[in-house]
Each structure stands twice: as C-alpha cells, then as structure tokens.
C-alpha cells in the first residue's frame, strides 16, 4: 500500500519506492508536516511535530497559540492568524479582514489521479496504454480541512506515483457556505493567495537551486548558499519567463550528480508563479511553491471551488542525477498525452532564420527541395505568412493567408510541399494582436488594458484578452480554419510578450485581480480544444524562445522550442539546465548557420548538428544557400537522428561533466533503460594548449558488462571496455579544438 494511516497516533505515510513522506494530526486537528526524505520501515512520531515543546500547542496552554502557530511545521500553512512564515493560504471574508486556521476535518484514500478542472495535472496511464489494476494503481489521499468561521474547506490531494519516486500535491478550496447546515455564514471569500505545496523541514546546511535567465538565455543553473530570511524566484510576468522556472530544489551542501540528498518541486503551470525558501528562527526551512500572491486574486462565492495547480515533489538521495532521472519518467509517463510522445518528431527545416519575414511560395518550394534532397522530412513556414505581415509591426489577429506571398494559396503550397515528400507545418501567435491589424480595428476593446491609460506595446504588438471567451473562439475558429484548409500535420504556438495593463472589459472591478490567473486558464482551454480537434497534431509550444517551457505545457505539447539562441555553445547552458528537469525528446534544438545569428560565433557543423541531436532535432538556415562541404554533411546527420533517436528519446539521462560548472567541456551520455546501449556526447569548448587528453568516468552503464565503444565521426571501433572500468576509470578523449564534440556509441557485448 502507498498509502496508509495509523489510527493510533494519527499519521499518514506516503510511500513511493525509495521515499517515505509523513503528515500527523494533533488532537486539536492541526496538520504537520513530520517528514520527507528516504524510506523508513516503520513511521516516526509525532514528537518530530515537537507539540511536548514550548509553546505548546493551543489546548495545553491556550494564550501560546500565537507562538505555536509561528513555529509549528504546517502542512497548508495559512496567514493571518500567527504563522508568519511565508503563508500557501491568504484570505479575505466579506469584511475585508484577512485570517484563515485550517483544522483537520476527515480524510479519504481513492485508486488514481484525479483529474484538476481546467488545468493540466499528471495522469495514471496513458490513453494508448493499459489501465493498471489491483496493487499496481496509483493511490491518491485527500485530507479535508476547514475554517469553520470562514465557511471554508481545503482538499489537499496527495498522489503517490512509487516507481518515480513522486509525491503530487495540489489543493481544492471550496467555499461551502451554509450548505448542509454545518457552517453558519454566506459569504464571499476573496482569495489572495493560494500555493500548491510546502514542505517545513530542519535547516541542514542547505544550496538552494533554480533556474534563471533572459531572452536567449534560459534556464541556466543558478545554485548559492540559503541564507537565512526568505529567498526565491517568481514570475508575475503572466507567463513562466525566461527569467525564471517554477522550480526549486534543496539540496545539502557538496551534493553533486550522484551524491548528496535533495528535495526539488515543480509546478505544473504555465503563468504567474512563486518559489520561496524561508530559513526562519528556530532553524526550520519552509519551501512553498505555488501561483503566490502578487498578481493574484480569486472571489470565491458560496458553493464554488478553487482548484490550484500541481506540484510535483520528489526526493533524491542520490544527488541531482536521480532527481533529474526521476523527473524525466515522470513526465515521460505520467504529463504528456501527444501520441508524438513515443514516435520518431519529423526533422524538420524551419525558415525563421533562413528567410524572417522575406519568403514567398517559390523560396519556400526550394526550401523543400533541398531539404528533401538531405534527409530533412518536414518544413515548417514560421512567423509572416498570414495579413501584410512583412516584419513584426502587424497583423497579428489577422490569420488569413496573404496570398500575395504565397501565390497561389497555402493548399496549393501545402500540396506542393508533400508532394515532394516532406510534411508541412506552420506558426500562429494566438495571443497576441497588432495595432495595426482588422481585429484590432473591429475590435479594439480585445485586448488587455486598464481604463486609465494606453496598453504599453511590446514587440509592436498587444496581448489579446482571451479571458472573453468571444474573443477566444475566434482567434479558435480562426487557427482552427486554417488547420482544415490544407494538409498541416505541425503547429509552433509562439507568444512573443509578456502580459501588462491588467486589465479586462469583460470582468467587473472585483474580479480585475483574476486575469492572470484567468489567462493561463484560457490558454489551456484553447489548447485542449485544438489538441482534441486535432489528436494528430504535433504542437510545438514556443514563447519568444523558451519563456514558456514548463510541465503545464508539456500536457499539451510534447516538445517546446527551448531558446531563441541556436548557437551550439551558449546552447550547452540552456539545454544544460532545461535537461536537468525535462527529458530530451521535448527540447525542441535546430541547427543554424554561422556566424550565428544571436552570438555571432562560428562552430563547426557538426557541432551544432551534435549539440541538437540532444532535442528534436531539425535545420533552421537556408539549406539552398549553404557551403557545400557542409550541405553534404547534412544526410550524415540525419541518418544519426534516425539511428540515435529513440536511445536519446527514451533513454536515461545522466551529466557527466558541466561547463556550467567551469570544465572546458561539457559531456553527456544517455543510457538505454536495458543498459544494452549508451550514447556520450562530448564537447570541447575551447581548446587547449600543451594538455594531456582528458579521462572521463561514465555513468550508468552496467558494471558487469563488456561494452563495445565506436567513435561515431570516424565510423571506427574505439575498444572494448568493461562497464566498471568506463565508470570507475573512465576512457580518454581525443583533444579537439575550440567548439568542437564527439560522439561515442557503446553497444553491450
Ligand atoms: C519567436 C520564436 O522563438 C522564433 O523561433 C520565431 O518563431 C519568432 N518568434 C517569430 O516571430
């Protein structure tokens, strides 16, 4: 059983395979936090809650409440009534005054995973998989709380997934009012915050991780000292950002790759978004994660329910690399739904940095023509194809073709495109829309903004309000028209901007504070729509790059474009670090040309083709204008997609040396589930003068076994090799030059 309850002493314990996560009641009906982290046998007890300790809890000492709410490890903690800790709860009566004490009611334990109304929330099987039964179904534990003053009742959800070793969390609060007699006031709750988890747990000399960054510069791996205060990331740009990842991991001092115990969240949402760490007085530290409170606000009334997003916990006590691991089956088994999930993705050309905005069918017919000629088997018609869009000053909301460019018509190109065998794919930005387009004429309330002042433009363009559900159905029926007039087998949702001028003409004053939140859910209904009309569709999800690669997304689309920067080595960061929490196969990673477009630096070809062989995997240059000594290199190329892909599409994961981490290199080796094979990718950022080759220990092959090791670029036998000796000794590296890679292929014997 993952789950069970002890009578007795009033805890539950959650059991994954490798972790035991331990929630006890007091007698009052206070829930507490006792414990996460590796298995045990038997439970502790609740003295961990430290309730024998001063200040004791209410009921032993009444006038100490406040100061045992301060210092109490709380489940849900809420703010307002004595825990000044950083709250997950906040809520306003009709009064205006701000207070909430959740007390624990009745609990119950059901088979499955509860859908999440509205939002993407991890499931137990796949549609294309069987239903499990009996001992192998998922369990999940509901504890009920409530605040009998308020009216209120809060559902914590706890799924135990055990072969992942993932603990999902999300919360339910309903507003129930006098329903049933049991509570004696009507009100309207305003909600002001409302997080998905929190974990309280003893100070031990923790790092706290995350990942940060910039347009072009996404998700690099940030890791410093948790001091004591509250320290952490958040969004409120009502996207996920690339600033910042609704992530966190704690982890103790010296952890590594394989060493070390960490404790790491993630939140399944694609909007506003907070990750804290609070070291506070008596030496305990709070995590919390959830959408926060800025930007926040939900008017519950009496007899609805607030549902907030999932967060997946996990534990390691095996360094990041387990994490990482255990994150990737995850979301591999359990987050995405695209029957792409598990097929071979298209190589595909993508004309943004080939052309911009400068294309018409003929250019686009050459591109396939070539492209075909290569191995490349589909080509993707980005951004300009639609209105008089010729650069990014119009016509977003606009998405009819312009048949000026495309002469003749988009079937008639679509036609043209598989007839010379390749699929076609093509850009929408459903979002957003032009000052300068016919929607914005017609409809110039459409899009966010306040009363007292113009919308701020960004990237020429506004955001659309797609709280309405007329102006979301339709941009729908608009995407949806195109979709069905020709043969379009691929979509790249792309939004170029973040949300400001909050606010809404179809929302009254006291919901003006919902938006955001009402956005994300908006979005996630325009996508469930499209992935339902459309069950074939790979849907690439993009945001100006990768501002929106996060688990919510991954629901909808099983690859995101991770990072506007195509340069080979900036891409070591980024997908360094998008990779240390999502598998391989959703990075969405092409090959571009050089000097490259964002850095201006020139790498070798094969190095970018190596570097995006990690991902999806595809061309973004003008393929009918390339140097021929590397033209010529591109079947080579595709022909490792097609021999590697499923090892590093399925495979598991493992880093073996960061040049985040200062190395001159940066190595990688994705290992298959059966061990029988292995794929290390090698890349030598800047050469070096009068050194020796270096040595580098794998990881995750089997120390029993022979493997055989080929040098993929010479085609040629590199030895054989016992798993033990390629992990504990480790095997030398040719030297390369700057910007270079390798890739090494180890089949068992
Ligand atoms: C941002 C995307 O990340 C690019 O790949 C490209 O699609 C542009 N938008 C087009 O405007």
């Not at 509205?118 to 709380?145: C, K, M, N, V």
């Not at 070793?165 to 919360?171: A, C, D, K, L, Q």
């Not at 939140?267 to 030496?283: C, I």
């Not at 493992?654 to 990718?681: F, G, M």
Request: hydrophobic residues 35%.
């Amino acid at each position: 059983m993952a789950i069970t309850f002890d009578e007795g002493r009033k805890i539950f314990k959650l059991d994954t395979d490798e972790t035991t996560y331990l929630i006890g009641v007091t007698p009052e009906g206070y829930v507490g936090h006792i414990y996460y982290g590796r298995k045990l046998c038997r439970p502790c007890g609740l003295q961990l809650l430290r309730t024998d300790e001063r200040p004791f809890t209410p009921s032993v000492m009444a006038r100490e409440k406040a100061n045992f709410l301060d210092c109490f490890p709380m489940e849900y903690p809420t703010g307002g009534t004595g825990d000044f800790r950083e709250s997950c709860l906040d809520v306003l009566s009709e009064s205006g005054q701000k207070g909430c004490e959740l007390l624990f009611r009745s609990w119950t334990v059901s088979d499955g995973k509860p859908a999440l109304e509205g939002l993407p929330a991890s499931f137990e099987h796949r549609a294309d998989e069987s239903a499990p039964s009996g001992e192998e179904r998922l369990q999940t534990l509901t504890l009920t709380l409530a605040d009998s003053g308020l009216g209120l009742e809060a559902d914590l959800l706890y799924s135990v997934f055990p072969a992942e070793n993932i603990i999902t969390r999300s919360v339910r609060i309903r507003n129930v009012g006098t329903e049933g007699g049991k509570y004696t006031k009507s009100q309207v709750l305003r909600l002001t915050k409302v997080n998905s988890a929190c974990i309280d747990m003893e100070e031990k000399n923790f790092d706290m991780v995350t990942l940060n960054g910039s347009w072009a510069r996404e998700r690099h791996i940030g890791r410093g000292r948790l001091n004591r205060g509250i320290q952490g990331v958040r969004s409120i740009r009502g996207e996920t950002s690339h600033q910042e990842q609704p992530f966190m991991a704690l982890a103790t001092a010296g952890t590594d790759q394989g060493n070390g115990e960490v404790w790491a969240m993630d939140l399944v949402y694609s909007g506003n978004f907070e990750a804290l760490a609070e070291w506070s007085q008596f030496d305990s530290v709070r995590m919390t994660l959830g959408i926060g409170g800025t930007n926040f606000e939900w008017r519950l009334q009496p007899g609805e329910t607030f549902t907030a997003p999932e967060a997946v916990l996990t534990y390691s006590a095996a360094g990041f690399g387990r994490m990482t691991r255990q994150f990737h089956d995850f979301w591999r088994k359990h987050m995405i739904r695209s029957p792409w999930l598990h097929r071979e993705r298209p190589i595909l050309i993508n004309n943004w940095e080939a052309t911009y905005f400068d294309f018409d069918t003929e250019k686009l017919i050459g591109l396939a023509r070539e492209a075909k000629q290569a191995g490349i088997e589909m080509l993707v018609m980005d951004d300009g194809w639609f209105g008089h869009r010729n650069n990014d000053d119009s016509s977003l909301g606009d998405w009819k073709v312009n048949e000026n460019k495309l002469q003749g018509g988009l079937k008639h190109l679509v036609d043209e495109v598989n007839a010379i065998g390749l699929k076609f794919g093509i850009w929408f930005e459903p979002e957003m829309i032009s000052p300068d387009s016919e929607l914005y004429r017609a409809h110039p309330d459409w899009v966010l903004r306040t009363a007292d002042r113009a919308p701020a433009e960004s990237r020429q363009q506004f955001v659309l309000d797609i709280t309405r559900k007329e102006v979301r159905d339709c941009i729908y029926d608009m995407v949806a028209a195109i979709l069905r007039s020709a043969n379009i087998e691929y979509v790249k949702w792309d939004m170029n901007r973040q949300l400001t001028d909050l606010g809404s003409a179809g929302l009254p004053a006291d919901r003006q504070g919902e938006i955001s939140h009402r956005y994300v859910l908006a979005l996630y209904e325009m996508q469930e729509r499209l992935v339902t009309d459309f069950p074939e569709l790979l849907l690439e999800n993009c945001s100006g790059g990768g501002a929106r690669f996060d688990a919510g997304m991954l629901y909808y689309s099983p690859q995101i474009w991770c990072s506007d920067d195509t340069d080979a080595i900036e891409r070591l960061r980024i997908q360094e670090g998008t990779e240390m929490l999502y598998p391989l196969s959703t990075m969405g990673a092409h090959v571009s040309k050089c000097p490259n477009e964002q850095v201006g630096r020139m790498s070798g070809f094969e190095t970018r083709a190596e570097v995006a062989l990690a991902g999806t995997f595809g061309y973004e240059l003008d393929i009918t204008k390339m140097d021929p000594e590397e033209r010529s290199r591109i079947p080579g190329q595709t022909r490792k997609y097609h021999r590697f892909h499923s090892l590093i599409a399925e495979g598991d994961y493992y880093r073996v040396h960061s040049w985040n981490d200062s190395a001159p290199y940066d190595c990688w080796i994705v290992v298959s589930k059966d061990r029988e094979q292995a794929l290390v990718t090698f890349v030598q950022v800047l050469g070096r003068p009068n050194a020796k080759r270096y040595i580098l220990p794998l990881c995750g092959l089997d120390p029993e076994a022979e493997y055989e090791m080929e040098d993929v670029a010479e085609n040629a036998q590199a030895g054989v090799f016992g798993g033990d000796e390629l992990m504990q000794c480790g095997f030398t590296v040719p030297m390369l030059g700057d910007f270079s890679s390798r890739l090494f292929y180890l089949k068992k014997k």
